[in-house]
């Protein structure tokens, strides 16, 4: 396939570089990243090890011809962008992967394009940017692709990342996993990145009871919004994720200590602003939204 990664940071780079093992992949991303892949291939390290020789561009603009697909793995806050560059340049036919965590990724991408030509991809891959033509792939994860409607490209893009070494599997309920999933970023990620600590200091008692708080208020817009997800069920994954991450630093921790922004307003924001369509409370919710937005204003 030719495959085309829009946005390579961390996680399209190192999932530009597997696929490229059988596939014809471009990625678009910054100047000094783009430059150093021209000039040295791109370099993975950790759980992946290579060189990887990549055609990278700067804008879509310049790519030549049409991919069978684009993966897009801009932060949550850029995908709006991101899709109108994509459908400026490849039409509305054109097939689009978002491989990003946040709920609001799915609503930005249906302005501009068709439900039959969306595909989600949830991962638990981890990999950090190291520096301009070099990622850290950091840990191991599965990825779970689904879209809305029937589609071949589905099962095609599943096949295509198990045969370069990914986990991936499909799933039958997209939506209600991108909902679990960001309901357990919902849980840990501003917690932890406001108070500075590692995942596993969450398991204090006194912060495990806003966890719950903060998982009581998810579960309650999710079951609003149709979805099957009971409270007992989540806390109990969001647990186990604290569990397993223990030493881990999140997402959001991280973004704030390279003084970045975070991805604050698709991951409890859009649970704050899905309650107030439904008219639920999400007290908790909201003041970590408002805490995050204070820290991110001081970077
Ligand atoms: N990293 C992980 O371990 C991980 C795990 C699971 C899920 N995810 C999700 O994957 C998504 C991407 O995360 P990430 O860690 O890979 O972020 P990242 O390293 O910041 O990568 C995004 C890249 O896209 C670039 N970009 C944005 N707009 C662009 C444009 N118009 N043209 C070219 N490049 C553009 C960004 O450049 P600038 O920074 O200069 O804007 C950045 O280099 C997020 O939704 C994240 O939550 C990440």
Redesign the pocket.
């Known amino acids: 396939m030719r495959i085309l990664v ?9 999932f530009g570089s597997r696929l490229s093992i059988r596939n014809h992949v471009t990625l ?3 100047r000094e ?1 783009v430059r150093a892949i021209r000039e040295k291939g791109l370099v993975v390290r950790g759980e992946t090890k290579g060189v990887f020789y990549i055609d990278a561009i ?2 879509v603009e310049e790519y030549e011809g049409y991919p069978d697909l684009i993966l897009i ?4 806050y ?1 995908t709006e ?2 899709v109108r ?1 994509i459908v400026r340049r490849f039409g509305k036919e054109i097939y689009v992967v978002s ?4 709920l609001d ?1 799915l609503d930005k991408m249906k302005k501009h394009l068709g439900e039959d030509r969306i595909i989600l991809a949830l ?7 190291s520096r301009p033509g070099e990622v850290l792939h ?2 191991r ?1 599965k990825t779970i692709l689904g879209s809305l409607t029937e589609m071949d490209m589905v099962e095609k893009l599943g096949e295509e990342l198990n045969l370069v070494g990914f986990e991936a599997e499909i799933s039958k309920d997209i939506i209600r996993d991108m909902w679990r999933k960001a309901m357990i970023n919902a849980c840990i990620n501003p917690l932890t990145a406001l108070l500075e600590v590692e995942n596993g200091r969450l398991k204090n008692p006194v912060l495990f009871e806003i966890v719950r708080r903060v998982c009581r208020e998810c579960v309650e817009v999710a079951v609003a919004k149709g979805l099957d997800i009971e409270y007992d069920d989540m806390l109990k994954e969001v647990e186990e994720v604290i569990d397993a991450t223990s030493r881990n630093l999140s ?1 959001m921790l991280q973004s704030l200590m390279r003084g ?1 922004k975070t ?1 604050i307003d ?1 991951i409890n924001g859009y649970i704050c602003k899905v309650g107030g369509e439904y008219g639920i409370r999400t007290e908790v919710n909201d003041l970590l939204v408002k805490l995050i937005r204070m820290k991110e204003a001081r970077r």
């Open positions: 829009f946005g390579a940071g961390a996680m399209g780079s190192l678009v991303g910054r990243h700067e804008n793995a801009v932060k949550s850029d962008d991101a560059e491989l990003q965590n946040g990724n991962t638990t891959e981890a990999c950090t940017f950091t840990g994860g997402s970045r991805e698709s």
